[in-house]
């Protein structure tokens, strides 16, 4: 089956611009989860959904980042004012359910200028 | 110190080589460990996936988890040049919550 996508692939904007980064997960999965991914810091965990649960926003790096998820499926990660340090390769993960692995889209690579 | 360790490599075999990456861990708490490989410019894609100590074989691939020494391992048989990429180990308290993940170890197998 189709597995976990993420649109746009590729991202390059201008320092103090907004993003929207569009993740859709397995459909049927209940959880979904952002990671970011950079050269000096790995991989790293931003926020976390769970069926209708409060999400678990305790990665999230500052307040310029935001994530919904509607319906319980599409997820739309927001970077306000973006600075240089935010470029990085953004991963969206689902999994069935809380005591299951996690499976991976392909990634939002964003390059603020 | 970071919660996962990965040495980053590169680690460089020959094709048909057993390969043995490690990880080590700091949190205790940790009770599911993870093993994902990622090829260049994709995403991480789960390779094994296990709970507490012991090991888990799947064809060539072998997952050894020792908690007692916060300690996993993934081997690797008969490598071939297709499984060259970056391979990242990551532990959570419990598979539905975030991962944490080790820096990655880059492998390469030559022919």
């Known amino acids: 089956g189709a597995g976990v996508s993420q649109s746009p692939s590729n991202k390059v904007t201008e320092k103090g611009k907004d993003v929207e980064l569009r993740c859709d997960p397995i459909s049927g999965h209940t959880a979904l989860y952002w990671y970011r991914q950079s050269l000096g810091q790995g991989l790293e965990f931003l926020i976390y959904?769970?069926?209708?649960?409060?999400?678990?926003k305790s990665g999230l790096p500052s307040d310029r980042f935001s994530a919904e998820r509607t319906g319980g499926s599409v997820s739309t990660l927001t970077i306000q004012r973006t600075q240089q340090e935010d470029s990085a390769v953004y991963l969206c993960?689902?999994?069935?359910?809380?005591?299951?692995?996690?499976?991976f889209g392909p990634g939002t690579r964003l390059t603020v200028l | 110190q970071k919660e996962v360790e990965q040495d980053p490599g590169p680690l460089s075999v020959p094709e048909g080589a057993i390969v043995s990456l490690n990880c080590t861990y700091s949190?205790?708490?940790?009770?599911?460990f993870m093993w994902y490989r990622q090829y260049s410019r994709k995403g991480p894609e789960l390779l094994m996936y296990?709970?507490?100590?012991g090991n888990k074989e799947d064809g060539r691939f072998t997952a050894q988890v020792d908690k007692s020494s916060k300690y996993i391992s993934l081997f690797i048989r008969d490598s071939q040049p297709s499984d060259s990429a970056t391979y990242l180990c990551a532990g959570t308290y419990n598979a539905g919550n975030m991962l944490t993940f080790g820096g990655g170890t880059r492998l390469m197998v030559k022919p």
């Open positions: 959904f769970q069926g209708n649960s409060a999400p678990d």
């Open positions: 993960a689902s999994s069935l359910g809380v005591h299951n692995e996690q499976f």
């Open positions: 949190n205790s708490a940790f009770q599911y």
């Open positions: 296990t709970y507490s100590s």
